[in-house]
Every structure is written in C-alpha cells, then in structure tokens.
C-alpha cells in the first residue's frame, strides 16, 4: 500500500543539526513532491518546505530558509529533511506528506518523528 | 500566527451537524483551493477534502466543503463520536509563497 515511514524520535542539543528521513513506497516517486509540516507541543500544524520528487527541486518558507535542507534519494525512494541551528521551539513532531497529484493537497502522510531540542 | 481564522471549538449533539469556517484573505484562500484535514491526538492528519469540495476516496459524504470568495468551510452531517479531532483548512499563500494551515477547530459531539 501507498505510505510513508519516518525515521525515529531525536533529542538534540540546541544548536546542533537533526535529519529526519521519509521514506516512500507503494507509489512512483518521482511523480509526487513531498512536504514538510511540523506541529509544536499542544499547537497547530505549520507547514515548512517541499521537494520536487522528480527534479530535486526545492522550496521553504521564509523563515526557515538558511536551516532547513530538503533532499532526496531517488534510488531509495527516500527524502530527508535538515534542519540546522537548532533552537528550543523547534521541539515538535515533524511530518512528511505527498502532495496529491495535480491538487494543493497532501493525501499521504508520514507517523511524524518527534524531535526535542534541550539541553 | 497563522493567516487562517478558524473558531477554537465547534459541538453538536451526535447525529446533528457542525459547520467549520477557514477565514482567510486575497492572497490566499480568495486565489486558491482550500483542503481540510481530521486530525486525532496522537496521530497524523488525514485528508479529507481537496479543491475545495471534493472527497477523497473512502471519506464518507456525511463531510462537504465549500468556498465563497476568501472563506471556506467544512460541514460534517449526522455527527459522530468518532468524528471528535481536531480540523484544519489549508491552502497556498501567494504573498507568503508558502502552504498556510488554519488555527485549527476542536469537534465535540456532546
């Protein structure tokens, strides 16, 4: 079936970088571009960057852009995303998702991998 | 600080219906599609409605979206205690050049 499997949860110091992986099965990936959405403890959803999974392509939000790197592996079917530079807030559970074909939506999504950033 | 206004919390007796709205602006819902998103603690969100007001397969019609200019909005008929999550709209901003998620609703079915 159609899904993705996030690597584990992290603890990270701040400052430090974290990668979290996504891998994808069930589907050809080169056709879908794979989002990344976070969701901080007891709040709402926040949606941080893409990959093309055909053409590596990338995209963030502004705010994320100089921490966060998105790549992928084409061979294993698997996109990672880094983010470095690591500060407190960015403690929070982190989600891959497929965009669905032709639309702004994401019908796929990743368990999400809990990442914490502590001293 | 999201760009998307969604009440906090929305409930309905089992079996009656609940309207969400997604309060947006020009640059986002009033220029692209909105999709909506079922999410229960502890789990990943689940798609349930994209470009505006189409389902998913094997998401049940008791759940329509719609749009009118820069708001969009989620119903669900005949309430379900195992519809009680929490609900998102989304859409892309085109001044923030990014996806934008709502403030997020709390279902209760009392």
């Known amino acids: 079936q159609v899904q993705l499997v996030q690597s584990g949860a992290e603890v990270a110091k701040p400052g430090a970088s974290v990668k979290v992986s996504c891998k994808a099965s069930?589907?050809?990936?080169?056709?879908?571009?794979i989002h990344w959405v976070r969701q901080a403890p007891g709040q709402g959803l926040e949606w941080m960057g893409w990959i093309n999974g055909g053409n590596g392509k990338t995209h963030c939000l502004q705010r994320f852009q100089g921490r966060l790197t998105i790549n992928r592996d084409t061979s294993a079917s698997t996109v990672y995303m880094n983010l470095s530079s690591l500060r407190s807030e960015d403690t929070a559970i982190y989600f891959c998702?497929?965009?669905?074909?032709?639309?702004?939506?994401?019908?796929?999504w990743g368990q999400g991998t809990v990442i914490s950033v502590s001293s | 600080q999201s760009v998307l206004t969604q009440p906090p919390s929305v409930s309905a007796a089992a079996g009656q219906k609940v309207t969400i709205s997604c309060s947006g602006s020009s640059s986002n819902i009033g220029d692209n599609s909105v999709s909506w998103y079922q999410q229960i603690p502890g789990t990943a969100p689940k798609l349930l409605i994209y470009?505006?007001?189409s389902r998913p397969s094997g998401i049940p019609d008791r759940f329509s979206g719609s749009k009118s200019g820069t708001s969009g909005t989620l119903g669900i008929t005949g309430l379900q205690t195992g519809d009680e999550a929490d609900y998102y709209c989304a859409t892309w901003d085109s001044s923030l050049r990014g996806y934008v998620f709502g403030t997020g609703t709390k279902v209760t079915a009392l």
């Open positions: 470009d505006n007001n």
């Open positions: 998702a497929r965009q669905k074909y032709s639309t702004d939506a994401f019908d796929i």
């Open positions: 069930g589907y050809t990936f080169a056709i879908y571009a």
